[in-house]
């Protein structure tokens, strides 16, 4: 892969129907990931959430129909695009990059959920503060990230476990290959800026994959059980705290 190709890394534009395609069913995404989520997010019923990161849109949709008043943000457009083929008129649906200060006032939200997005951020301080401005107090941040297992073990040569650091890697998207950039951190550094942010840790999770996969997907099955990929989060605005963070 040539450095210019590199340039063009995580390009969603580029790729979004053959992304949106593969994901859609997919052991980790269909069976093992959005579920996760979903069950960390419980009764939504009537709850405003901002789905950051929502791509095509497949967590909105199941947000949506669990009784949430869903915002999406992303982005790509092209992924936006076919969220809203997807959700028509439900969700609001905005282009937004998580790294800008986001377009909703304090307290807008009940719930976020950022799903497989932040380990594309170098730096999750601002990112993070933002989406503890616009949730209300006693509000809640649902995350799920690359768990260090796989962004560290799983690398050769082995990089140095506290540094956070930058990983190039090429997806293959039928049958095309596409450049990918993510970043890993230790566990101790994401919890360190959830605190730094203001919220306080509820729950780490390391969920077993939907018993449904089992017969499948029998092999990825096996692995996943054995091998997690990602890591999941929930965080608490504490309930007297504020949206400007006073």
């Not at 995350?143 to 260090?148: A, D, T």
């Not at 998207?173 to 942010?197: C, E, I, Y």
Request: some cysteine; proline content about 7%; hydrophobic content about 40%.
């Amino acid at each position: 892969m040539q450095s210019a190709d590199r340039d063009q890394a995580n390009d969603y534009d580029s790729f979004a129907e053959m992304f949106s395609a593969e994901t859609e069913n997919s052991l980790v995404n269909a069976y093992y990931e959005r579920p996760a989520m979903l069950a960390l997010a419980g009764d939504l019923t009537g709850r405003r959430v901002l789905d950051a990161g929502c791509g095509s849109g497949p967590l909105s949709a199941a947000l949506r129909d669990r009784g949430a008043v869903v915002t999406g943000i992303d982005a790509s457009a092209g992924m936006l695009a076919l969220a809203r083929r997807r959700l028509g008129d439900d969700v609001a649906l905005h282009v937004v990059d998580l790294s800008d200060p986001l377009p909703f006032d304090d307290d807008a939200f009940d719930d976020v959920v950022a799903s497989l997005v932040l380990h594309y951020l170098e730096d999750w301080g601002p990112t993070l503060a933002e989406l503890r401005r616009v949730l209300r107090p006693g509000g809640r941040l649902i995350v799920s990230v690359s768990h260090p297992f796989v962004a560290y073990a799983h690398r050769d040569p082995r990089p140095d476990y506290h540094a956070t650091t930058s990983y190039n890697f090429d997806w293959i998207l039928n049958g095309q290959s596409v450049p990918m950039k993510f970043w890993r951190r230790p566990l101790h550094a994401m919890t360190g800026a959830f605190t730094t942010a203001g919220f306080r840790l509820s729950v780490i999770s390391e969920p077993q994959p939907d018993p449904a996969a089992r017969e499948l997907f029998p092999d990825g099955f096996q692995d996943l059980s054995a091998n997690p990929n990602f890591l999941f989060f929930v965080l608490e605005v504490p309930p007297s705290a504020t949206g400007s963070g006073s």
